[in-house]
């Protein structure tokens, strides 16, 4: 009887530990994680309103969202800043970044003057 009850014991404590390691391998799965930068296609960088868009990085949002907030240059809901990073007599370079909270956008783009 000694050895049975022995038995149960190791078994239950084996089981336990089971439950305690695969809880805590899954717990970690289900906590948010936070996402960072991403670059973006745009193909031959037209369409989007500009000259050329040259390129498209987007934070706690899509790719196909991002190139909507571009070809609106924002819109409600989003803050929108520009910075001119070169000019020529021929044209400008610029960046712009877009924010709705934690959601960010931030494109490049060429305009021909």
């Not at 960088?45 to 790719?63: A, D, E, M, P």
């Not at 960010?104 to 060429?110: H, I, M, N």
């Amino acid at each position: 009887m000694k050895g049975s009850g022995g038995f149960r014991w190791v078994a239950t404590l084996l089981a336990t530990a089971i439950v305690i390691l695969a809880t805590a391998a899954v717990a970690p799965a289900r906590v948010p994680i936070a996402r960072a930068a991403s670059g973006c296609g745009v193909g031959r960088g037209q369409g989007f309103g500009y000259t050329y868009l040259t390129s498209l990085s987007v934070k706690g949002i899509g790719c196909s969202a991002g190139r909507t907030v571009v070809k609106h240059r924002g819109g409600r809901g989003w803050t929108c800043s520009k910075r001119r990073l070169d000019t020529s007599p021929v044209q400008f370079d610029e960046r712009e970044t877009c924010k709705s909270g934690s959601r960010q956008v931030l494109w490049t783009y060429t305009e021909d003057t």
